[in-house]
Nanobody, 128 residues
């Protein structure tokens, strides 16, 4: 059973930056693929970024060039560095994990249903 605990959310002004962290436990870290999702009020949960065991990454078009997903295997932690934030980035951010299977590198495949393990979320609020 994979456990995920997010931290690092908060309130920031438009144009600012935040770094989210997700501590992973309960499974061999190298055996999981990890992703960040976000969900704004009244909207569906959407994928933000994913990093797989090899270190390959993929980003949603809405955050490309502004966000970076990375991992520290020694600390069993995955990060999401977010820069140039705007009000559209306001949402609850969730860390998610999946084990086994191969990943299909298309945006349409990047959905919440592909991930069985979830953290409790951390709120990001961007004010103008």
């Amino acid at each position: 059973q994979v456990q995920l605990v997010e931290s690092g959310g908060g309130s920031v002004q438009s144009g600012g930056s935040l770094r989210l962290s997700c501590a992973v436990s309960g499974y061999t870290y190298n055996g999981v693929s990890l992703a960040w999702f976000r969900q704004a009020p009244g909207k569906e949960r959407e994928g933000v970024a994913i990093i797989v065991r090899t270190g390959r990454t993929m980003y949603a078009d809405s955050v490309k060039g502004r966000c970076t997903i990375s991992q520290d295997v020694g600390k069993n932690t995955v990060y999401l560095q977010m820069n140039t934030l705007n009000s559209d980035d306001t949402a609850m951010y969730y860390c998610a994990a999946r084990t086994g299977g191969s990943w299909v590198w298309t945006q349409s495949y990047f959905t919440a249903s592909k991930f069985p393990y979830w953290g409790q979320g951390t709120q990001v609020t961007v004010s103008s």
